[in-house]
């Protein structure tokens, strides 16, 4: 995934990402299972770099949208945030956007 979507242009790779879901749930949960490939890979080699936050922070904003939220908890990225969240001595700014995740993800869906 690295080579795929080097962490110098992270931003705009994910943007790309979850600006071109498919509509498709399941084609969904595959392209935001790529995004929680990149969110794990990053966390294990570099936990305090603000690329995290801004992954975080265009994962949190994903999850406004109804339609994604089934695919990010289905994807990992739900869990893998909660998990994050509950580390000691966690940065502020990750707290925020994990939290964001996790509260957007859990809005009301028609189902």
Do not use: Y
């Amino acid at each position: 995934m690295e080579a795929r979507f080097g962490w110098s242009n992270m931003s705009g790779s994910i943007d790309q990402l979850i600006g071109s879901l498919p509509e498709d749930e399941a084609q969904q949960t595959k392209v935001l299972g790529q995004v929680a490939d990149i969110a794990q890979n990053l966390w294990k080699t570099q936990p305090e770099s603000p690329e995290l936050d801004l992954l975080a922070q265009k994962i949190g904003d994903a999850a406004r949208v109804e339609s994604h939220r089934v695919p990010l908890g289905e994807s990992g990225l739900l869990e893998f945030f909660c998990a994050v969240v509950s580390t000691q001595g966690l940065r502020s700014t990750l707290i925020v956007q994990c939290l964001r995740i996790i509260g957007n993800s859990s809005a009301d869906t028609s189902e």
